[in-house]
């Protein structure tokens, strides 16, 4: 069964499974030291969902190293969250001091960057998924950013309205976090949150998020097949999986612009990063392996003119 407008879903199902395995990925790679990065919340968060496997994979309770294939797709997590933080450093750096992460999940980065007393944090995701996370780091004693405001609200709904009352200024430039969100957008959805975004942004402000294009209904297909042949090759390698996730659920064919097109034609200047690129940058072998069922990703960085 595929996406629908109105569907449902929770930290444990369809979608929403997907914040609960990336911050597990992030886990792992905090363990291991890859890019650099450093989530001490990951594994508590991921404990906190209640799903006892992936709670063993974030601890790393698993025999030996565990799949090369799972660890490299860590790998891939741990490139990406870099990436993104490396672009809230830099937009602190020149002076933003607004943020808003967009679907923000299980991310802690409003907990755990160095944060200036002066900057603000918007988080927006679905409300069951702020109060599990709020709640469990605060039961940790982990403090946000100063000026937090966590917003629970769907995207399907009017969120910039709700971004405006906990207090938003459009007037201020902002940094707009969008990290693993448009895939799982309709193209229509997709680019009614990027003007959503312009309308809301002053001049000078950035966003951050990853580059879409169209996914046709037979290249849909086999990124479903191979991430099959991944996941039973993952059980054989002893990873077990609560449930199979089967990106043809999750994704949305059909006609797409991309989003580098589209926010270029509103007036944001974009520049692009391949993943295999900063894969090199940050040290790690040149692989496309951590993508292999989803592409060489590409990573946009905008600036509104």
């Known amino acids: 069964m595929g996406r629908a407008d109105d569907d449902t879903w929770d930290l444990t ?3 929403g499974v997907t914040a609960t395995v990336v911050a597990m990925q992030r886990a792992i790679a905090t363990r291991t030291g890859v890019a650099q990065i450093d989530d001490p919340y990951a594994e508590p968060l991921v ?11 974030a601890r790393g309770e698993f025999d030996g190293d565990g799949p090369a294939d799972a660890l490299r797709m860590a790998d891939g997590i741990a490139v990406r969250t870099r990436w993104f933080d490396e ?9 933003i001091r607004q943020f808003v992460i967009l679907a923000s ?21 679905k409300s069951e998924v702020i109060d599990l996370k709020t709640r469990t780091l605060a039961d940790l004693g982990a403090l946000p950013v100063p000026r937090h ?5 769907d995207l399907r709904d009017d969120w910039p309205a709700a971004l405006r009352r906990g207090g938003f200024d459009p007037g201020r430039p902002t940094a707009w976090l969008a ?19 312009t309308a809301l942004s002053a001049p000078g402000s950035r966003l951050a998020t990853e580059n879409t294009s169209t996914i046709t209904a037979e290249e849909l297909q086999e990124m479903s097949e191979r991430m099959r ?7 054989e390698q002893g990873l077990d999986l609560v449930e199979e996730v089967d990106v043809a659920e999750l994704f949305y064919a059909g006609d ?3 989003a580098a097109t589209h926010l270029s034609d509103t007036g944001w200047a974009v520049s692009l990063r391949q993943s295999s690129d900063l894969f090199v940058e940050y040290g790690l072998a040149p692989t496309s392996a951590a993508s292999a069922s989803f592409g060489d990703i590409v990573y946009l960085y905008a600036t509104l003119e």
Request: proline share 8%.
């Open 105 to 125: 999940g299980l991310d802690a980065r409003a907990y755990r960057l160095p944060w200036p007393a002066d900057a603000t944090v918007f988080e927006l995701d």
């Open 149 to 153: 405001e966590a917003i629970g609200v």
């Open 13 to 15: 199902s369809s979608v």
């Open 87 to 95: 672009f809230v450093i830099d937009a602190l750096g020149a002076g």
């Open 179 to 197: 990290e693993g969100l448009l895939i799982y957008l309709p193209p229509e959805a997709q680019d009614r949150l990027l003007d959503n975004v």
């Open 229 to 235: 042949a991944t996941q039973q090759e993952w059980r």
């Open 47 to 57: 404990a906190a969902v209640g799903v006892p496997t992936y709670t063993r994979h």
């Open 256 to 258: 797409r612009t991309p």
